[in-house]
Nanobody, 121 residues
């Protein structure tokens, strides 16, 4: 059974940084794609970033967020810098063997339970 577990969320002030982590168990995604989505209150879940052999970012986070992975640890990270109040959301880790399912259709096979990120102004 595949399990994705996020950590690293919290309450920070605007301009601060946070690093999210997501550990996958049950299968390896070294040849697949891992990524992050987020959902703010009252809004739909949206794509944030993904990594396979390439990296992909939403326009709203380009230049501020960096996604990376450690295949030996089956872990993906999201370094978030220059955080803004509009980045406040529950952040979900996602994984799939298909880049298309994560980056284009936003329908990965596997989801984590989410970690809350709150940015105060």
């Amino acid at each position: 059974q595949v399990r994705l577990v996020e950590s690293g969320g919290g309450l920070v002030q605007a301009g601060d940084s946070l690093r999210l982590s997501c550990v996958a168990s049950g299968r390896t995604f070294s040849r697949g794609v891992m990524g992050w989505f987020r959902q703010a209150p009252g809004k739909e879940r949206e794509f944030v970033a993904a990594i396979s052999r390439s990296t992909y970012y939403a326009d709203s986070v380009k230049g501020r967020f960096t996604i990376s992975r450690d295949n030996d640890k089956n872990t993906v990270y999201l370094q978030m810098n220059s955080l803004k109040p509009e980045d406040t959301a529950v952040y979900y880790c996602a994984a799939d063997l298909s880049v298309y399912d994560v980056v284009t259709t936003h329908r990965p096979d596997y989801w984590g339970q989410g970690t809350q990120v709150t940015v105060s102004s």
